[in-house]
């Protein structure tokens, strides 16, 4: 079952412009975890958000955790070529449990 | 080098005869899992575990077995692989979680991949 939807599935933007990727879910989730995967990689963790509503920035990377913990936001501000990747949200579920819920991605390109 | 290591990274197989994905890290971590990573399903947890002699299933465990008999280890088993088991499978460890009080903020490490065909 499938409870993070990401949007959108694929972005190809030019260098120097801004962008956001979302991630909803009708789920709560105890935190949300942002990760970036390279080709014939495994993903690389950029950041976890904890509070509802709290705001984390990475340089030109900016995360976000909706109030509810529901639903979580990623902007990249002045998208450089480096930046392509697959971009995953991951929501953590630790009712009973630890789980991890992965969205479906987004491929983002950033042409020079 | 901390890392995560999985073997092999590549594997072609039949119908039905059983293999074994070994797992391996060396950071003394506490929670380990299993991924499968299809295009357009992202990644789906198999089974995860959060000590030694505990593990629990995942969103899609259907087909799969795991055991823990040692902290470092966690091999994912598929007893008779089905070609729907073709997949690019990720093995990742974190140092602990936080068993259910508050959000962990432990960043989960992955291995490199495991790229399985089942003819």
């Given at each position: 079952t499938q409870l993070l939807e990401?949007?959108?599935?694929?972005?190809?933007?030019?260098?120097?412009?801004n962008?956001?990727?979302?991630?909803?879910?009708?789920?709560?989730?105890?935190?949300?975890?942002?990760?970036r995967q390279e080709p014939g990689e495994g993903p690389v963790l950029l950041v976890t958000v904890v509070t509802g509503g709290e705001v984390k920035k990475l340089k030109r990377l900016t995360?976000?955790?909706?109030?509810?913990?529901?639903?979580?936001?990623?902007?990249?501000?002045?998208?450089?070529?480096?930046?392509?990747?697959?971009?995953?949200?991951?929501g953590v579920m630790t009712s009973g449990t630890y789980k991890y819920i992965f969205g479906t991605g987004t491929r983002l390109k950033v042409l020079a | 080098e901390a890392q995560v290591t999985q073997n092999p990274r590549y594997l072609i197989t039949v119908t039905g005869k059983k293999l074994t994905v070994t797992c391996s890290q060396?950071?003394?971590h506490e929670y380990m899992s299993w991924y499968r990573q299809d295009p357009g399903l992202g990644l789906r947890q198999i089974y995860y575990s959060m000590n030694v002699e505990v593990t629990d299933k995942g969103d899609v465990p259907e087909g799969y077995k795991v055991?823990?008999?040692?902290?470092?280890?966690?091999?994912?088993?598929?007893?008779?692989?089905?070609?729907?088991?073709?997949?690019?499978?990720f093995c990742a460890s974190s140092l602990?979680?936080?068993?259910?009080?508050?959000?962990?903020?432990?960043t989960q490490y992955f291995g490199p991949g495991t790229r399985l065909t089942v003819l």
């Open positions: 990401q949007s959108p599935q694929f972005l190809s933007i030019q260098e120097g412009e962008l956001t990727v979302y991630c909803n879910s009708s789920s709560v989730f105890s935190s949300l975890q942002w990760y995360f976000q955790f909706g109030d509810a913990r529901k639903d979580s936001s990623l902007h990249i501000t002045a998208a450089q070529p480096g930046d392509t990747g697959l971009y995953l949200c991951a | 060396n950071m003394n055991s823990r008999k040692e902290k470092r280890n966690f091999p994912l088993i598929l007893e008779s692989p089905s070609p729907n088991q073709t997949s690019l499978y602990s979680y936080d068993g259910g009080s508050a959000a962990s903020t432990d």
